[in-house]
């Protein structure tokens, strides 16, 4: 039995909410049994979704949350409610669907406010104490939102919303949407931050390789060159930053996500085997060194979620370096040729110190190795030990690519292992749990964890054309079909929730519904059913090209080849799909 009059989070399984354990404030975590206390006390709902490594989530931690006057007054007129986004993503799009209806843009924290009953009526994402960025302090706002209750707590509605409907595009309309926002100076697709566009280039190297358009090499070439030389890329451990604050990739905000190591370790791969440029093969051999490094799990074989931005409340300490720290770690002469490599300078590029940018797309190991052991020594960004099911799979098929297109064993000896463990650890009783902790595992099932297992499934059974993995493809074939009512994919079925329709945005992974298209297309074929063959319409560029990759696919622009045996990959187009048996009807 929950006391409602303290906080809560201390047993939690969400190191997010575990963060905020100590604030003054009684989080609750979401559950029916909170939901039910409210609707008989009557008290409104502060719905708080975040995740561990989110900065801005930190300093609302440490400001509003931590303000006793504030705390006081959610104690005693709300029923506050913590949520992390990566562990409840039905909860997360449903408020941020009402975030954006009400703002016209979204972001974390997401802060609603609810009736009992837990119908939204109110949203902001970082608030401050104080009067800030032209809005109300936190408690302001609060006391607005209760009176604003009582005065109309009769006529709140219920809010609903629908996935995007992304627009109809041929394949003349698509390529044109990538010139047109194609950012030409620096590479990317943004005249603003630059985030990893990494669905966009898988979708584009795989069309090049079979159209060989030069203007489709430029974009994806000089993109890749950005984000591997400048400053998104963690250059001495070998991992990427999840975003670039500005258009030309210098400064990032620091935060390392599972889900970007994966889907660029995937990027880097084909992108070696199709464009044949060795400093491609390098970053994968430095990516794989990264995940082996800071987020792999040895005790599960599975890897973790992220990692903070901040170093001891500080953005991006552990990574920047004044130019005096260079000298004293490296001798004269290889200063002098990192020098000739890094730009550095005296007064720095982030907060007087030196976010490391490279001149040129090369390595310099040696001297490298030597500066990230040094880094080491420091204090380092906290880790969100989170396992993710979806984001490892992603992870599986990433280790799959760097197998297949630059020849490395020990990437498929990695993918096989990950594989059991997550099929181990994270599938039980038939079906597949969203994410663990330690010894605590999430009950709840989402549409991107099934999909995302069964494509990494149909990529593994390639290498292998074990029976044992065939009959699991058949198993999470049946149980996504469950996920697609009316023709339309819903994301969950939680008891303590509504349903919502799946994600169909393909921005930063994949979305439920990309995945899910993508793995029963593959599906259908590994189990020779039939399967949609025909001109399918792509979706709007940039937004949907996950979407778009499994539509290519679909419109017979990959080639299946039918065999009793594994053909080496490196005699393969990068199009290609293997199937066991003679493409007769199994």
């Given at each position: 039995m929950l006391q409602f009059n303290k906080n809560n989070l201390a047993d939690s399984s969400s190191p997010y909410l575990q963060q905020h354990k100590n604030n003054p404030i009684h989080w609750q975590e979401w559950s029916k049994e909170i939901l039910d206390y409210a609707k008989k006390e009557n008290k409104i709902l502060f719905v708080s979704v975040g995740y561990a490594t989110c900065h801005w989530c930190h300093v609302m931690a440490a400001e509003a949350f931590s303000n006793n006057e504030i705390a006081d007054f959610l104690n005693e007129h709300f029923v506050a409610i913590k949520v992390d986004r990566e562990q409840r993503p039905d909860i997360d799009q449903y408020m941020m669907a009402f975030l954006i209806e009400q703002q016209g843009h979204g972001g974390w924290p997401l802060n609603v406010i609810c009736t009992p009953d837990a119908k939204p009526f109110l949203a902001m994402t970082y608030v401050s104490v104080v009067q800030k960025y032209g809005m109300s302090g936190l408690l302001d706002i609060l006391k607005h939102a209760v009176a604003f209750y009582e005065q109309n707590k009769e006529r709140i509605s219920a809010f609903t919303f629908s996935s995007h409907v992304a627009?109809?595009?041929?394949?003349?309309?698509?390529?044109?949407?990538?010139?047109f926002s194609y950012n030409e100076q620096s590479g990317g697709f943004s005249a603003a931050a630059q985030f990893p566009p990494h669905n966009t280039l898988l979708f584009l190297l795989y069309y090049y390789e079979k159209n060989k358009n030069q203007?489709?090499?430029?974009?994806?070439?000089?993109?890749?060159?950005?984000?591997?030389?400048?400053?998104?890329?963690?250059?001495?451990?070998?991992?990427?930053?999840?975003?670039?604050?500005?258009?030309?990739w210098l400064i990032p905000h620091f935060e390392k996500m599972l889900y970007d190591q994966a889907l660029l370790l995937w990027v880097y791969s084909i992108a070696y085997k199709v464009l044949k440029k060795e400093e491609y093969k390098q970053t994968v051999k430095k990516l794989l060194v990264c995940l082996e490094e800071t987020f792999h799990d040895k005790e599960t074989g599975l890897y973790y979620s992220g990692h903070d931005a901040d170093t001891a409340h500080q953005e991006g300490v552990t990574y920047l370096w004044t130019k005096e720290e260079l000298q004293n770690v490296l001798s004269n002469d290889e200063f002098v040729q990192f020098c000739s490599l890094y730009e550095i300078t005296d007064s720095g590029n982030f907060e007087g110190k030196n976010h490391l940018l490279k001149k040129k797309f090369a390595f310099m190991n040696v001297v490298e190795n030597k500066l990230l052991l040094e880094r080491k020594k420091r204090a380092q960004p906290f880790v969100d030990r989170k396992i993710i099911t979806s984001w490892n799979a992603l992870t599986g098929i990433g280790l799959l690519m760097a197998w297949r297109c630059t020849d490395n064993m020990a990437a498929l000896e990695k993918a096989n292992i990950l594989f059991d463990n997550l099929i181990k650890k994270h599938y039980t009783q038939n079906k597949i749990i969203h994410s663990s902790f330690g010894t605590s595992i999430q009950e709840?099932?989402?549409?991107?964890?099934?999909?995302a297992?069964?494509?990494f499934a149909t990529y593994l059974y390639e290498e292998n054309f074990h029976e044992k993995t065939k009959q699991l493809i058949e198993t999470l074939y049946q149980k996504i079909i469950s996920f697609n009512v009316n023709s339309v994919w819903i994301e969950s079925r939680n008891p303590d929730f509504v349903s919502v329709p799946a994600q169909n945005y393909d921005h930063p992974t994949p979305s439920s519904v990309s995945l899910a298209e993508?793995?029963?297309?593959?599906?259908?074929?590994?189990?020779?059913?039939?399967?949609?063959?025909?001109?399918?319409?792509?979706?709007?560029?940039?937004?949907?090209?996950?979407?778009?990759?499994?539509?290519?696919?679909?419109?017979?622009?990959?080639?299946?080849f039918y065999t009793s045996k594994n053909i080496p990959w490196q005699q393969l187009p990068m199009n290609s799909m293997q199937v066991f048996g003679n493409g007769e009807k199994q």
């Open positions: 627009e109809v595009k041929d394949e003349k309309e698509l390529i044109e949407a990538y010139s203007k489709i090499k430029t974009m994806v070439e000089k993109t890749l060159d950005a984000m591997a030389t400048r400053g998104l890329h963690d250059h001495l451990q070998g991992g990427f930053y999840r975003y670039c604050v500005d258009s030309s709840q099932e989402f549409l991107e964890d099934y999909s297992v069964l494509l993508f793995a029963l297309l593959r599906t259908n074929i590994i189990l020779g059913k039939e399967y949609r063959h025909s001109s399918g319409n792509y979706t709007s560029a940039l937004s949907h090209d996950f979407f778009n990759l499994q539509t290519f696919f679909r419109n017979g622009n990959f080639h299946i």
